[in-house]
C-alpha cells in the first residue's frame, strides 16, 4: 500500500507557473504508474497527466499539452506536475494516482478508475 501527499498548490495570476510535487510513501514506489487528475467545481474528475513507472513516457489532456509537464525522481518517491501558462481554466483541485503495475509493463493511464490509491488533493486557482 502507498500513501500520497500533494504539494504546492496556491493562488498564481493567470500566466504564471506552479510546480505540484506527490511524495509517496513506502519502498516500491518506482513499480507504480503515477497520474495526476483535476476537479473544478460541479465538474467531474479529469485526467491531466501520466508518466510511466519509469518515467520514460507520459501522456497529457490536450489542454494542457506545451503547458505542463510531468515528471518523477524514483530516488525521491515524488512525482512532480511543472504547470507553466496558467490559465483561469486550470483552477481546480488537483490530485495524484497511482496504480501498481507489473515488471514488464511500460504504460500510463489515463482514466480515474485504473487507479489504486489518490492523495488528499491541493487547490490550485488562476485568477484572470
Known amino acids: 500500500q502507498v500513501q500520497l501527499v500533494e504539494s504546492g498548490g496556491g493562488l498564481v495570476q493567470a500566466g504564471g507557473s506552479l510546480r505540484l510535487s506527490c511524495a509517496a510513501s513506502?519502498?516500491?514506489?518506482?513499480?507504480?504508474?503515477m497520474g495526476w487528475f483535476r476537479q473544478a467545481p460541479g465538474k467531474e474528475r479529469e485526467f491531466v497527466a501520466a508518466i510511466t513507472r519509469s518515467g520514460g513516457r507520459t501522456g497529457y489532456v490536450d489542454s494542457v499539452k506545451c503547458r505542463f509537464t510531468i515528471s518523477r525522481d524514483n530516488a525521491k518517491n515524488t512525482v512532480y506536475l511543472q504547470m507553466n501558462s496558467l490559465k483561469a481554466v486550470d483552477t481546480a483541485v488537483y490530485y495524484c494516482a497511482a496504480r501498481r503495475t507489473v515488471p514488464s509493463g511500460n504504460y500510463y493511464y489515463t482514466s480515474p478508475i485504473q487507479y489504486d490509491y489518490w492523495g488528499q488533493g491541493t487547490q490550485v486557482t488562476v485568477s484572470s
Open positions: 513506502g519502498r516500491t514506489f518506482s513499480t507504480y504508474a
